[in-house]
């Protein structure tokens, strides 16, 4: 009983909070559509702080301050840069050195992410270990915020990884979250009324991050980082499209897998149901095998970028039936 009444304030407090961002502060953090925009009318942003709110506010019901703390600890820098951020903009270099302080309070609080394999190495392994989570830890910070560019699919996402770590790692705190970003989807399933923001993609990847590093059993640790694959996987593979073609990587763009799709013609709901539901799938297959559910669900995800690619040529030759390819 306990328990349900925390997820009821937190779900309450998140779709208050953000109908109050959104009609209270629209103007302060509003989104102006530009040629890198999914979206063509102006919307407010900075909703993610409605569902921070919700779980830092319902937080302290379910953990003990020793547990919170350190929470609290790692998050507030990001949630303040990315505030920020949304309302004026901040230099990629000054949000990475917070993104990289607050990750080596996440390392200091909750160590460095399972690498069994360097554990013979001494001194010297367990510095690249740390190196290796400080790299990681940053990375998803920003996979999450690079993903964030299409109506309800961050948030969809993360509500269903973050249930499943709350029962897959036992950290049943992430309910909270979950509850808490109910609230905030109703206001950011398309057409959305909100976006989160800079402050709460950020929030979420390291909210993900944090729940990771908590787990020290490896087949744990490293089957639930699978669970990330459908925002992390297009990134990754974005990056490696961009590289092949010499792009610059650290300029804006749109050539997100999700943000062709959407391009090509399918509706925002329609492109975040179709990640929603692969990672309800991996939930599932790691739920019921882990290690072997692992591999399937890598596979799985490939599998659906090769079908979006397909997908995505056969609709350029219906729109350009004469172009004769080389």
């Not at 609230?183 to 800079?198: E, Q, R, V």
Request: charged share 10%.
């Amino acid at each position: 009983m306990y328990q349900f009444i925390a997820l009821t304030l937190a779900f309450l407090i998140s779709l208050v909070s953000v109908w109050l961002i959104k009609t209270r502060l629209s103007k302060q953090f509003l989104d102006i559509p530009n040629e890198r925009s999914s979206h063509t009318i102006p919307t407010p942003r900075g909703g993610g702080l409605g569902f921070i709110i919700a779980f830092a506010v319902t937080l302290p019901l379910l953990l003990p301050a020793a547990n919170f703390l350190p929470i609290y600890l790692v998050l507030t820098p990001l949630v303040v840069i990315g505030l920020i951020d949304d309302r004026q903009g901040v230099p990629s270099k000054i949000r990475y050195l917070v993104q990289i302080f607050t990750a080596s309070i996440a390392v200091y609080y909750f160590g460095a992410f399972s690498q069994p394999w360097l554990t013979n190495w001494g001194i010297f392994g367990s510095v690249i270990s740390i190196g290796l989570t400080l790299i990681a830890f940053t990375a998803i910070i920003n996979f999450y915020n690079f993903m964030d560019g299409l109506d309800g699919i961050v948030a969809g996402c993360s509500l269903v990884q973050v249930v499943f770590l709350a029962f897959y790692l036992q950290q049943p705190y992430l309910w909270l979250l979950a509850a808490a970003l109910v609230g905030f989807l109703y206001w950011n399933w398309s057409p959305a009324k909100i976006f989160m923001g800079d402050s709460g993609s950020t929030f979420l990847g390291a909210i993900i991050a944090i729940s990771l590093l908590s787990s020290k059993d490896p087949e744990i640790a490293w089957s639930g980082l699978v669970i990330t694959l459908p925002l992390v996987a297009d990134t990754i593979y974005t990056l490696v499209c961009r590289l092949r073609d010499r792009e610059n990587i650290f300029q804006a763009h749109r050539r997100h897998l999700f943000q062709r799709l959407q391009q090509s013609g399918l509706t925002h709901a329609t492109v975040a149901s179709l990640y929603i539901i692969t990672n309800l799938t991996i939930g599932i297959l790691l739920w019921t095998m882990p290690i072997t559910g692992a591999f399937v669900s890598l596979t799985l995800v490939l599998g659906n970028i090769f079908i979006g690619e397909f997908y995505l040529s056969k609709r350029l030759q219906a729109k350009n039936p004469n172009k004769v390819t080389e």
